[in-house]
C-alpha cells in the first residue's frame, strides 16, 4: 500500500497543509496572510501569530479535500528549515503533535530541497514526465539563487549561489524603488510584457565561477533612476514598462548565463527550474528558448507548486519515508539550512 502522507509548510507568511498518496497529490491547501500588506513585507511576529489561527482549519480543509481520515495517515512530514524562527515553530509543533498522538513517524523536511523535489509530484489525473537523475535545478526564490546539482531525490549540491541579495529580492527591491508594491516579482513581469527589454542597459556583475550577485543591479538601477528623475520628475511613470522589461531582461540574463555554464561544465542536459520566481514568464521563456538552442530537456513546475506549498513538503517526506529517515520528538526547528 502507497503510504499516505500529511505535509506541512509554515516557513514564511503561507500556512499550507497537504496529502499524497505515494507520488500522488491528493489536497494542497494554503492560506496567504493578508495582515502583512499594510508594511510593505512580512512581519515576523504577525506570521508566527497567523499561522497559530490558520494550521489547525488549513489541515483540515486538506483532510476533507483528500477523502482521508486521520487513521489513514501513514506519517507527517514538516518544513524544519530555513524560515522564520517563530513559523517554523508552528508547523514543527503542530507536526509533533500529530505524530505523537497518532503514533506514526514524524518527519522533518529541507524546504530548499522540496522546492527541487516538487517536480516528482504527479497529479491523480494526468501523470508527467519528470526530471532523470543527475539533473540540474536553477532554485529561485525571495530567499535564494541557487544552482543545485541532484544526483538522487535526497543526494544534492549546491554549485553555484547568490552572494549576497537572491534574484526574487532583486525584483522586489527595484520594485519598491520603481514605487510598486510588495513583492514586486509579479508586477513586473506584467509590465514587462508590455515594454521593451533593449530600451535600458543595467550592469551585469562579474563574479567567479558558478555564482551570482544581484546586490550590485539593484545599487546601479537606484543610481540610474535617481539621475533620471532629477531630470525629469515623471520618468519612472513614463517609462515603467520599458524599466521593468530591461530590468527583467537583465535579471533573467544574469540566471541564465551561469545556468548554461553549469550545464556545459557538467555535460547535464536534464535542466529544472524551481522556487517563486519561476513564476516569472520571462525566465520560462528562457528555459524553452535553452530547450531549442542546446538540446535540453526543461521541467518546469506548475504554478501551485512554485511557491511555497506542503505539497513539496508532502512529496519530500515520501522519500525520505521510503528511506526510514525520521525524526524524534527532540527535533527543533532551524532558521538557516542548507542543501
Ligand atoms: O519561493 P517564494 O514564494 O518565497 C520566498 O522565497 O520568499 O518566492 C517569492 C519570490 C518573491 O521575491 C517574488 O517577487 C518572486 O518570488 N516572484 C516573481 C514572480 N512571482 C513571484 N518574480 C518574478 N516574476 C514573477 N512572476
Not at 88 to 106: D, E, H, N, Q, Y
Not at 171 to 200: H, Q, S, T, W
Not at 210 to 223: H, P, V
Amino acid at each position: 500500500m502507497e503510504p499516505i502522507i500529511l505535509g506541512i509548510e509554515s516557513s514564511c507568511d503561507d500556512t499550507s497543509a497537504a496529502i499524497t498518496k505515494g507520488d500522488t497529490i491528493l489536497s494542497n491547501v494554503i492560506a496567504g496572510q493578508k495582515v502583512h500588506e499594510e508594511y510593505g513585507g512580512v512581519v515576523p511576529e504577525l506570521a508566527s501569530r497567523a499561522h497559530q489561527q490558520n494550521i489547525i482549519p488549513v489541515v483540515h480543509k486538506a483532510m476533507k479535500d483528500a477523502g482521508v481520515k486521520t487513521n489513514d495517515i501513514s506519517a507527517v512530514a514538516f518544513t524544519r528549515g530555513p524560515g522564520l524562527m517563530g513559523s517554523l515553530m508552528v508547523g514543527t509543533s503542530f507536526a509533533k503533535g500529530f505524530a505523537l498522538a497518532r503514533k506514526i513517524p514524524l518527519i522533518e523536511v529541507n524546504h530548499l530541497q522540496a522546492h527541487v523535489l516538487a517536480h516528482f509530484i504527479q497529479e491523480t489525473d494526468q501523470k508527467h514526465a519528470v526530471p532523470e537523475f543527475p539533473f540540474l535545478c536553477l532554485l529561485v526564490s525571495g530567499g535564494n539563487s541557487q544552482i543545485v546539482l541532484v544526483r538522487d531525490f535526497l543526494d544534492m549540491e549546491i554549485i553555484g549561489q547568490t552572494i549576497d541579495d537572491a534574484a526574487g529580492e532583486a525584483f522586489d527591491k527595484c520594485a519598491k524603488v520603481m514605487g510598486l508594491p510588495y513583492p514586486g516579482g509579479p508586477l513586473i513581469d506584467k509590465l514587462a510584457r508590455e515594454g521593451n527589454p533593449d530600451a535600458f542597459e543595467f550592469s551585469k556583475p562579474a563574479v567567479a565561477n558558478l555564482d551570482y550577485s544581484f546586490s550590485g543591479l539593484k545599487t546601479s538601477f537606484l543610481y540610474f533612476l535617481r539621475d533620471h528623475v532629477r531630470k525629469d520628475p515623471d520618468f519612472v511613470e513614463d517609462n515603467k514598462n520599458d524599466l521593468c522589461a530591461s530590468l527583467q531582461k537583465t535579471i533573467i540574463d544574469i540566471l541564465m548565463e551561469k545556468l548554461v555554464t553549469a550545464a556545459d561544465q557538467t555535460g547535464i542536459k536534464e535542466i529544472a527550474l524551481a522556487g517563486g520566481v519561476s513564476a516569472n514568464s520571462g525566465l520560462r521563456k528562457a528555459f524553452r528558448d535553452g530547450k531549442k538552442k542546446y538540446g535540453w530537456n526543461i521541467y518546469i513546475p506548475k504554478f501551485a507548486y512554485t511557491t511555497d506549498n506542503a505539497a513539496m513538503i508532502a512529496i519530500t517526506g515520501l522519500f525520505k519515508y521510503r528511506k526510514k529517515e525520521f525524526v524524534g520528538q527532540d527535533v527543533a526547528p532551524f532558521a538557516r539550512m542548507v542543501i
